[in-house]
């Protein structure tokens, strides 16, 4: 192991971004896996299927078997750079965890068994059918995921629609991006991210809001540091201080707004106050590309005094002459961009916050060209691409609402199926109805809600509530232990497809060996599909991202063949923009005129008291992703083999805790506990922790708050206490009996089979 500052490899500054052993001329430095298995023989370019970055990839291998991930220099999102998940973690995808072979089972407390994939869809099929007899069109659903690829996604809404008669389709971007989706469209027109990342270059300021680049999305982050190097300024709106606050060699932000968690909409109304009040608006822009009626209206909101950062530094925490110098240098430079993540949407004000960022955005004129820009930083790999292909209940692919009757007769006549005018049941909805007895069957791909979702107590017993669960994955996950039919899906390795990144860039995913399961998972939809009646006979991906194309006017120039030569396109892509759209919004919004909205600021109900007096927070770590079904199945787990809860020095010694003590902590909701971590990263009054290990209960802490607007929960505000105990809470306790119980119910339908 080699690390500089003679400490050990793990505290040091190294990432493990791979980017020593690829640049190392005389090949000293080389990959354990090649000494293990050998030079490679061939190579196939691919995608990497962990954040929104999308960084390109050269799975090299030796005959079939993959012995090494290498970043392609002409990769449009990472231009050869990587970080230690895609260069590193990609193990998972031989682990000896994954499940081939279907099986199905009556009830939870039974056995699995492995049987015949025929068996497995017709009796996944026949479920469906039974229950939908009996309990109505309405009482089944499916959930898919941004993990997929566009093509597994937009199969999932067709399933639904034209094969289960219903719109209650959702998607993870529920739970995280669905503000950004509401919020930019409002105010744009368009609900996606407005740059590519090469755009962060000519920026003059960065305000980044509510993110960690470094640890979320550490590619784009290196290109965002050798632009701070160069001499960019840099603002962080965040509760914690986060490594680019100055714990980055060679940057420090030039104003860390350390704001309370849930006063995102205060804080971003004051600093557009000072900007209005202080005369530093760009007037010839907001004449020019926005709406005149609705800028007056919010103009006459956001001047009002209550706006001030003096009247709102009580509720923030901001010092206000902080805040004023912040807006004055956002507002001042030239070219100001906006990156923001999961601390803007996971609020009860989420799509509020996202429509206060792009007036901010309007008002200082930083739209439509390179260096500015409004920039959602996508959690996971093909979160956009989840939205852009119609998986939430109301829109169908591109945005467009389920009640148009234009769309709808577009897609009828395509699909030669009838589709249901009215928007079906989101997440949330399902699963309520479950537990009112309505709601009876889901179909899960990709997906793991036991262990992302908020109140994991009432997610499961929804699941307990239903009659048939199906989930199609890689692993026996949290929610597959509820499951009745387990369908094993194919890893990013096995299959062909594309994913869409958080800069609109479509980048192909190509088959680099046969799926270990025996079928790409859109083969899976389809003959699902099939076996309930409704035809489906694509041959091969891109056959299903030609009939996006021809649906989609967005997508109307994408096919395989031009993602090929290109290497990738940035939607929108069509005969106006035949070879993508890298920068959006030039000379007019989509919707022609911006649009501002008021943004008031509303306290979350979700209030501190004697009882719970500090507020919990979450966030992840550079080694791992999401709920860690991948990482924890990789050597990434050494740098990372619990979550802990990060607690102030202050809030520590007032409750007696010291560093690793074992920390109860309670909320409305429920309580878990986890090991402490003293830090002053986090102020006092706030904890923080990560959810990529199941055991932890992050989400049986988290409650049933959400976004007014799109049902996002508000993972980033929940009232908790903290205490010092001695023992595993009482649910982690029941939840680690039921998990061996079910891993062994694998286990022993394998063996009854056999």
Same mark, same amino acid.
């Given at each position: 192991?080699?690390?500089? =500052? ?21 090949? @000293? ?64 995808? @031989? ?13 939870? +407390? ?7 994939? !025929? ?45 289960? *008669?219903?719109?209650?389709?959702? @998607? ?12 930019? +469209?409002?105010?744009? #027109? ?55 606050? *100055? ?23 004051? %600093? ?44 923030? #925490? ?17 070219? =100001?961009?906006?990156?923001? #993540? ?25 739209? *439509? ?12 790999? /093909?979160?956009? =691409? ?46 309520? !109805? ?10 899960? !791909? *990709?997906?793991? %809600? ?16 239903? !009659? ?28 062909? #497809? ?66 090929? +030569? ?48 500090? %507020? ?19 050597? /990434? ?67 049933? /708050? ?49």
């Amino acid at each position: 192991k080699v690390s500089a =500052g003679n400490k050990d490899f793990k505290d040091s500054e190294c990432v493990s971004c791979g980017a020593c052993v690829q640049a190392c001329p005389t090949a @000293t430095l080389i990959e354990k896996s090649i000494e293990e298995h050998g030079t490679p023989e061939k190579k196939v370019k691919t995608t990497c299927a962990y954040c929104g970055v999308g960084c390109s990839f050269n799975a090299e291998l030796q005959g079939d078997k993959v012995v090494r991930m290498t970043p392609n220099k002409d990769g449009g999102a990472n231009h050869g750079h990587s970080c230690v998940k895609g260069r590193f973690a990609w193990g998972y995808t @031989t682990h000896k965890d994954r499940i081939t072979t279907p099986m199905i089972r009556k009830s939870i +407390k039974d056995p699995w068994q492995k049987v015949s994939w !025929e068996e497995a869809i017709n009796y996944a099929a026949s479920e469906i059918k039974r229950i939908q007899q009996k309990y109505g069109s309405n009482s089944v659903g499916a959930i898919s995921s941004s993990r997929c690829t566009n093509e597994e996604v937009y199969l999932m809404q067709k399933i639904v629609r034209a094969g289960f *008669g219903n719109n209650n389709i959702d @998607t993870c971007a529920r739970v995280c991006h669905s503000p950004t989706g509401y919020g930019l +469209k409002q105010t744009i #027109g368009e609900s996606a991210g407005t740059q590519n990342f090469d755009s962060v270059m000519k920026s003059d300021v960065i305000m980044i809001v509510g993110a960690n680049p470094t640890d979320g999305h550490p590619v784009f982050a290196s290109q965002m540091k050798r632009r701070l190097r160069e001499g960019a300024k840099l603002i962080i709106v965040d509760p914690r201080e986060i490594d680019l606050v *100055g714990n980055t060699p060679h940057i420090k932000a030039d104003y860390h707004l350390k704001l309370r968690p849930s006063t995102n909409v205060a804080t971003i109304n004051s %600093i557009a106050h000072v900007i209005v009040e202080e005369g530093l608006s760009d007037q010839n822009f907001v004449k020019e590309r926005c709406e005149d009626e609705s800028f007056k209206i919010w103009l006459n909101f956001i001047k009002d005094p209550k706006n001030s950062p003096e009247s709102m530094e009580l509720e923030t #925490g901001i010092p206000a002459d902080l805040l004023r110098k912040a807006a004055r240098l956002f507002a001042k430079e030239k070219n =100001g961009s906006i990156y923001y #993540g999961l601390g803007v949407t996971e609020h009860s004000q989420g799509s509020t916050m996202v429509m206060g960022i792009a007036n901010l955005a309007m008002i200082t004129g930083n739209v *439509g060209r390179e260096g500015v820009g409004i920039n959602p930083l996508r959690g996971q790999n /093909n979160v956009q =691409g989840a939205c852009d292909m119609g998986s939430f209940p109301h829109e169908l692919p591109g945005y467009r609402h389920v009640s148009d009757l234009a769309t709808r007769a577009l897609f009828e006549s395509a699909w030669n199926a009838k589709i249901y005018d009215e928007p079906g049941l989101r997440i949330p909805n399902m699963l309520d !109805e479950a537990i009112s007895g309505k709601f009876k069957s889901l179909y899960c !791909e *990709g997906e793991d %809600i036991a262990q992302s979702d908020p109140d994991t107590q009432h997610v499961t017993h929804a699941l307990e509530s239903m !009659e048939c669960v199906i989930v199609q994955d890689l692993f026996l996950n949290e929610t597959a232990m509820y499951a009745h039919v387990f369908l094993p899906g194919s890893s990013f390795l096995e299959k062909n #497809g594309t994913f869409t990144n958080a800069e609109r860039r479509i980048s192909r995913v190509r088959k680099v060996m046969a799926p270990k399961n025996g079928y790409e998972d859109w083969e899976i939809t389809q003959m699902l599909s099939n076996a309930l009646g409704y035809p489906m006979n694509y041959k091969h991906a891109s056959e299903i991202m030609d009939e996006v194309a021809q649906l989609t006017p967005t997508f109307k120039g994408v096919s395989y063949e031009k993602l090929d +030569k290109l290497e990738s396109i940035q939607w929108p892509c069509n005969d106006e923009f035949p070879e993508g759209t890298p920068t959006m919004h030039v000379d007019e919004f989509v919707r022609g005129k911006g649009k501002f909205f008021i943004t008031e600021y509303v306290p979350t109900v979700e209030k501190v008291n004697g009882k719970f007096p500090l %507020i919990m927070t979450t966030g992840r770590i550079l080694a791992h992703y999401n709920v860690g079904a991948q990482t924890r199945r990789t050597k /990434n787990s050494e740098w990372h083999d619990e979550d802990l809860i990060e607690i102030h020095p202050h809030d520590a010694e007032e409750r007696g805790i010291n560093e690793r003590d074992w920390v109860g902590i309670n909320s409305r909701s429920g309580d878990t506990v986890l090991r402490a971590k003293i830090t002053d990263k986090v102020q006092p009054g706030v904890v923080y922790t990560t959810f990529h290990h199941p055991v932890s209960g992050a989400n049986v802490i988290t409650t049933d /708050n959400s976004d007014w607007a799109t049902n996002c929960p508000e993972f980033k505000v929940t009232a908790v206490q903290v205490t010092k105990v001695t023992q595993p809470s009482n649910w982690q306790s029941k939840y680690q009996k039921f998990s061996e119980k079910q891993i062994d119910f694998v286990k022993n339908g394998e063996e009854k089979v056999s």
